[in-house]
């Protein structure tokens, strides 16, 4: 057997270090794509929230289709189809998707990405709840600790404000039951997209030929800039995903469970820096005890693996 020039040298091109390297860059698109996202909400604000998502999921539908036909990943879609308990999960996934990418986007052209930013903050300390109410899973003192000062950040939100953050704990929520029902199917990330959504692009095809025919939608009226922005929505939504999934395939859970942080930091940034959003006493407070708590929580996590490593 004729061996490669590479393998033979014993320089396989696929090291840890390489895959590592590679994964990093994936999970940092990813991320940053997410935390960055908001700048592309904000720019289309003239565009209704409904709008924008039907266009996301419409050409969303049309880049998974031609990655899972590059890649030769449409037996996967298939065996999906097939699966009636596949399928029946990935509509109740699919439904959780479209209204927290609804809720998101309408809180972004709404002035309230600050509020956005804190729901994914908070996302992985409402995973680790629903996990003990769903799946019987039992937390240290150290996650009780992160879990409650999460509950009094919210609590302090409520009071400073004058009004319970519906937003950040709405997009929390939803993205938490998301993650659960996703995990109960348990199917690759692009071809669960590409189903997902497949379920709601008739709505969503439906509700864009209503606004064609009223007049009222924004594709083909605007200008030729608007029309490529908006087929845009399908890349910013397929890419980071793809990305994801290419960094979780390569890189440690911890890995990735640290880098998810930096798509709401890089929102925080955006909404008090570049936005003036405002940034009251109470929020202050309220992201220190999020903070907080994400630090003892993760800290936690870390320990915890370094004794059983």
Same mark, same amino acid.
């Given at each position: 057997?004729?061996?490669?020039?590479?393998?033979?040298? !014993?320089?396989?091109?696929?090291?840890?270090?390489?895959?590592?390297?590679?994964? !990093?860059? $994936?999970?940092?698109?990813?991320?940053?794509?997410?935390?960055?996202?908001?700048?592309?909400?904000?720019?289309?604000?003239? =565009?209704?929230?409904?709008?924008?998502?039907?266009?996301?999921?419409?050409?969303?539908?049309?880049?998974?289709?031609?990655?899972?036909?590059?890649?030769?990943?449409?037996?996967?879609?298939?065996? =999906?189809?097939?699966?009636?308990?596949?399928?029946?999960?990935? $509509?109740?996934?699919?439904?959780?998707?479209?209204?927290?990418?609804?809720?998101?986007?309408?809180?972004?052209?709404?002035?309230?990405?600050?509020?956005?930013?804190?729901?994914?903050?908070?996302?992985?300390?409402?995973?680790?709840?629903?996990?003990?109410?769903?799946?019987?899973?039992?937390?240290?003192?150290?996650?009780?600790?992160?879990?409650?000062?999460?509950?009094?950040?919210?609590?302090?939100?409520?009071?400073?404000?004058?009004?319970?953050?519906?937003?950040?704990?709405?997009?929390?929520?939803?993205?938490?039951?998301?993650?659960?029902?996703?995990?109960?199917?348990?199917?690759?990330?692009?071809?669960?997209?590409?189903?997902?959504?497949?379920?709601?692009?008739?709505?969503?095809?439906?509700?864009?030929?209503?606004?064609?025919?009223?007049?009222?939608?924004?594709?083909?009226?605007?200008?030729?800039?608007?029309?490529?922005?908006?087929?845009?929505?399908?890349?910013?939504?397929?890419?980071?995903?793809?990305?994801?999934?290419?960094?979780?395939?390569?890189?440690?859970?911890?890995?990735?469970?640290?880098?998810?942080?930096?798509?709401?930091?890089?929102?925080?940034?955006?909404?008090?820096?570049?936005?003036?959003?405002?940034?009251?006493?109470?929020?202050?407070?309220?992201?220190?005890?999020?903070?907080?708590?994400?630090?003892?929580?993760?800290?936690?996590?870390?320990?915890?693996?370094?004794?059983?490593?």
């Amino acid at each position: 057997m004729i061996k490669s020039k590479n393998t033979a040298n !014993g320089s396989d091109p696929r090291t840890p270090e390489r895959e590592g390297l590679i994964g !990093g860059l $994936c999970a940092l698109g990813a991320f940053g794509t997410w935390g960055f996202l908001p700048i592309y909400f904000k720019y289309m604000h003239e =565009v209704s929230a409904f709008e924008i998502l039907a266009h996301r999921i419409v050409w969303s539908v049309v880049l998974v289709s031609l990655f899972l036909v590059a890649v030769g990943r449409w037996k996967e879609v298939l065996a =999906v189809i097939k699966n009636r308990r596949l399928v029946f999960w990935l $509509c109740v996934s699919a439904t959780l998707l479209s209204l927290n990418w609804l809720l998101f986007i309408w809180a972004v052209t709404h002035g309230q990405m600050l509020q956005g930013s804190l729901g994914y903050y908070i996302n992985p300390l409402v995973n680790v709840v629903l996990g003990v109410l769903l799946l019987g899973e039992r937390l240290t003192k150290a996650q009780w600790i992160a879990v409650a000062l999460s509950v009094l950040g919210v609590i302090a939100l409520a009071a400073g404000v004058g009004e319970f953050p519906w937003i950040a704990v709405s997009l929390g929520l939803l993205f938490g039951f998301y993650g659960y029902v996703r995990k109960t199917a348990a199917v690759g990330a692009a071809a669960g997209l590409f189903v997902e959504t497949l379920v709601v692009i008739i709505p969503a095809t439906a509700y864009l030929i209503y606004l064609g025919v009223k007049g009222q939608g924004a594709f083909g009226t605007v200008s030729f800039s608007y029309d490529f922005l908006l087929v845009f929505a399908g890349v910013v939504t397929a890419v980071p995903l793809i990305l994801f999934s290419a960094a979780a395939r390569r890189l440690r859970y911890a890995t990735v469970g640290f880098f998810q942080y930096l798509a709401p930091t890089l929102q925080f940034i955006l909404a008090v820096a570049v936005y003036g959003e405002a940034f009251t006493d109470a929020h202050k407070i309220t992201f220190a005890l999020i903070w907080l708590a994400l630090a003892i929580y993760s800290f936690d996590i870390w320990r915890t693996r370094k004794k059983t490593a």
